[in-house]
């Protein structure tokens, strides 16, 4: 059978409920010429059948508390090191100053992201979210990852469970299912040998995910990792969230490398290419089938692109951000905010209405 014949019998077959094998998805996501098209096709009519028509979007700010960080990941250029001219750690009054500025732009959600502090442990991140919590008692507080984690646990010798009960107690709502980059081992350990590693994770989200604290989960892909890679990922959260429900969406990350020591060094590529941004989110959406929403990160691939990713396989358009320096720091422009009415009109461009929703996808 031809290669397009098959892809196109393939892609009939995930429609009527065919569950990708890891060998199907890496020959989707491997796909050139006119089959990208109908790979978009089938998932766009996918996230039809799903989700519905409706393009969502929440109301939420970023607060950075910390640059400072014991890591050197090879794909950030956030982190700073101490002693740094441009190094930051915010005191309470800073953080609770922005938590009120957000309260005033009626944001929903507040998303905490920080370096891993060489003075950090586990009271520093439950702090931080008390004065939130303090300034704001009814947000949404999104906060945290599995490395955060991982890193509080063991700087104050308590378990992974007691530290993300304690940020529980202290008022967190969610977790960031960052810091997962690529799920395979060999590949951290080129990009990323001082994080945790897959099985760390893994045990995190699920401890999470038993706690009743629902996290998101993503990927960041573009950088040295191959297709085969990206299926065992998706793979791995497709089987966690069989087992948990505990995933409140899926969202691709578009390597930005522009300031990375991974692309300055010539071990990483130059990001992904817009075939590949838009295969990621399509095969994001047919692979993932225990999934209701797909979100383009409009901060990682800009807004048009972000457009096109509406017609291939996702739903939601990520948050306002208001304050964003992850990006920024690895070379991206234009990511502090994007405007509703902005996002508004690309998706009434392609047919689509847009509507607010909480973290946890209830629409507003
Ligand atoms: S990605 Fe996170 S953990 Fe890694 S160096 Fe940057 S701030 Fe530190």
Known sequence: MESGTRTATLLADVLAGHRLTADEGTALL??????????ARAADALREQRVG?????????????????????????????PGDPDAYCS???EVQEKAHLAGSREVTEICTVSGLHPDFCADSYTDIISWIREALPR????????MEVAYGARQSGITTREMLERLQEAGLNSLCGTAAEILVDEVRQVICPG????????????????????????????????????????????????DTA??????????????????????ARPGATGREDLLMHAVSRLFLDNFDNIQIS??????????????????DLGGTLYEESISKGAGASGTDYLDPEEMRRIAEDIGRSLAPRTTLYNLL
């Open 53 to 81: 028509k409706v393009v969502t979007y929440v109301r939420n700010q970023n607060i950075n508390v910390t640059n400072l960080c014991v890591n050197s990941c090879g794909f950030c250029g956030f982190s700073r090191k």
């Open 246 to 267: 505990g995933f409140t969406e899926f969202v691709p990350l578009s390597f930005i490398h522009l300031r990375t020591p991974l692309y300055r060094s010539g071990i």
């Open 30 to 39: 491997s796909a050139r010429g006119r089959e990208v098209w109908d790979i």
């Open 91 to 93: 005191e309470k009054r």
């Open 298 to 315: 409009w901060v990682k691939v800009g807004l048009k692109m972000a457009q096109l990713a509406l017609l291939a396989g996702a739903n």
């Open 139 to 146: 947000v949404h507080i999104h906060a945290s990852n599995p």
């Open 195 to 242: 994080k945790i590693d897959t099985a760390t994770w893994e045990r995190i989200i699920r401890e999470a995910h038993d706690l009743g604290i629902p996290t998101t989960a993503t990927i960041m892909y573009g950088h040295v990792e191959s297709a085969a890679d990206r299926i065992r990922h998706l793979s791995l959260i497709r089987d966690i969230q069989d």
